[in-house]
């Protein structure tokens, strides 16, 4: 949705990290979020980035740099829990716009 | 209500029927969106309501798509002539408003089934 950009899918293996990139146009840019999203749930925030930088929160960290129009999610220390959709969510012109989601299934 | 809520949580309807479905924002908030989601696919973004603003309809998908929102609260969505394709998740957010920089809030979404 309006050139919010996310690689479909990613694997990687239980306690293993994983970096989900999402890249959006910069125009009207007001802040960026990160979703999770399980089967059949609604989704629930996980993190909201305004300012370049790394904001950390537990096993997920956030990165942003308005200036390049660039994000990622950092998942460390993976649990199959974690198996699930990530969406990253760009604020523009106060209106929330949502990638297509990364579905990330973690593996024993 | 503590959360966003939506109903009915689940509809099946017959092809050409009209349907509408609700949607209770979090108390207070002054910004309510629609979002649409099929199938293993991510948010279509459908219409956005802030405030006492003129909305958002830039998303809905075709005129048989229409939203309200009744003072300010409760919104509902209508979807007439329904179609097969309109078969999906129609999930409902709401956040305080464009003044504070804070997550939306989703209900549990309603699924739709045109049969």
């Known amino acids: 949705g309006q050139n919010i950009d996310q690689p479909t899918e990613m694997t990687a293996t239980e306690g293993a990290i994983v970096q989900i990139n999402c890249t959006y146009q910069?125009?009207?840019?007001?802040?960026l979020f990160w979703y999770q999203q399980h089967a059949g749930e609604a989704p629930t925030f996980l993190s909201y980035?305004?300012?370049?930088g790394l904001e950390e929160k537990g096993r997920f960290s956030s990165f942003l740099s308005r200036s390049k129009g660039y994000s990622y999610l950092l998942l460390k220390e993976l649990q199959m829990k974690d198996s699930a959709s990530y969406l990253c969510?760009?604020?523009?012109?106060?209106?929330?716009?949502f990638g297509a989601g990364t579905t990330v299934t973690v593996r024993a | 209500g503590a959360g966003v809520s939506q109903s009915p949580s689940n509809k099946v309807t017959e092809k050409g029927k009209d349907v509408e479905l609700r949607c209770d924002p979090i108390?207070?908030?002054?910004?309510l969106y629609w979002y649409r989601q099929s199938l293993g696919q991510g948010l279509e973004f459908l219409i956005y309501?802030?405030?006492?603003?003129?909305?958002?309809k830039s998303g809905l998908p075709s005129d048989r798509f229409s939203a309200e929102r009744t003072g300010g609260s409760v919104s509902t969505l209508t979807i007439q002539r329904t179609q097969q394709e309109d078969s999906a998740v129609y999930l409902c957010?709401?956040?305080?408003?464009?003044?504070?920089?804070?997550?939306?809030?989703f209900g549990q979404g309603t699924r739709l089934t045109v049969v």
């Open positions: 957010a709401s956040s305080p408003g464009p003044d504070s920089y804070t997550e939306a809030f």
């Open positions: 910069t125009s009207g840019f007001n802040g």
């Open positions: 980035n305004v300012l370049d």
């Open positions: 969510a760009v604020d523009r012109d106060y209106k929330l716009s």
């Open positions: 108390s207070g908030h002054t910004a």
């Open positions: 309501f802030q405030g006492n603003s003129a909305p958002d």
